[in-house]
T-cell receptor, first 114, second 112 residues
Framework: EPEVTQTPSHQVTQMGQEVILRCVPISNHLYFYWYRQILGQKVEFLVSFYNNEISEKSEIFDDQFSVERPDGSNFTLKIRSTKLEDSAMYFC????????????FGEGSRLTVL | GENVEQHPSTLSVQEGDSAVIKCTYSDSASNYFPWYKQELGKRPQLIIDIRSNVGEKKDQRIAVTLNKTAKHFSLHITETQPEDSAVYFCAACYNQGGKLIFGQGTELSVKP
């Protein structure tokens, strides 16, 4: 069964450093998302991406965040200058259809900012 | 604004009993309502979903009901088993972007 894959599974970084989280969505999917989950809390929407541009972003997704689809397979989330409060599990997701399509989540990348 | 409220935050049942988790949403334009199960340290996994043109959907021991007028939907698990223990999240799909807004989660504990 096809699945969304994410790397790294866990990254520890110093405050102020740049971090890039990588995702390979399911191959025939057209819609891509990043969500985050702070430990013990709910899953929060960060950004959606379609047709090589951001469709929507949340208040969390400020100027420190960016997304990119550099080639036909990878979808990346960059945090330019990490803060302590960026520590969370970051989930990539993709879907085949929009608005009423199932989101498939990756296993997540745990980011720890020290 | 966009919001999904989920209750209860924790739920403990005996094996074999039923469990019910309830959610309400704010945007009447929402038309897709999935439920996800998340085991500790794992990704959210879709267990059932319902679209706005349907009032109820069942898949073996799991059922979901939707009341569009009242803007609430519920997850029903019958004959619970210890392996049902996990955190369950409801979600609502807002606008044309496919964005899911999640509830706060319910930690279900099924005691043998």
């Amino acid at each position: 069964e096809p699945e969304v894959t994410q790397t790294p599974s866990h990254q520890v970084t110093q405050m102020g450093q740049e971090v890039i989280l990588r995702c390979v969505p399911i191959s025939n999917h057209l819609y891509f998302y990043w969500y985050r989950q702070i430990l013990g809390q709910k899953v929060e929407f960060l950004v959606s991406f379609y047709n090589n541009e951001i469709s929507e972003k949340s208040e969390i997704f400020d100027d420190q965040f960016s997304v990119e689809r550099p080639d036909g397979s990878n979808f990346t989330l960059k945090i330019r200058s990490t803060k302590l409060e960026d520590s969370a599990m970051y989930f990539c997701a993709s879907s085949e259809r929009i608005n009423t399509g199932e989101l498939f989540f990756g296993e997540g990348s745990r980011l720890t900012v020290l | 604004g966009e919001n999904v409220e989920q209750h209860p935050s924790t739920l403990s049942v005996q094996e074999g009993d039923s469990a019910v988790i309830k959610c309400t949403y704010s945007d009447s334009a929402s038309n897709y309502f999935p439920w996800y199960k998340q085991e500790l340290g794992k990704r959210p996994q879709l267990i059932i979903d319902i679209r706005s043109n349907v009032g109820e959907k069942k898949d073996q021991r799991i059922a979901v009901t939707l009341n569009k007028t009242a803007k609430h939907f519920s997850l029903h698990i019958t004959e619970t088993q210890p392996e049902d223990s996990a955190v369950y999240f409801c979600a609502a799909c807002y606008n044309q972007g496919g964005k899911l807004i999640f509830g706060q989660g319910t930690e279900l504990s099924v005691k043998p």
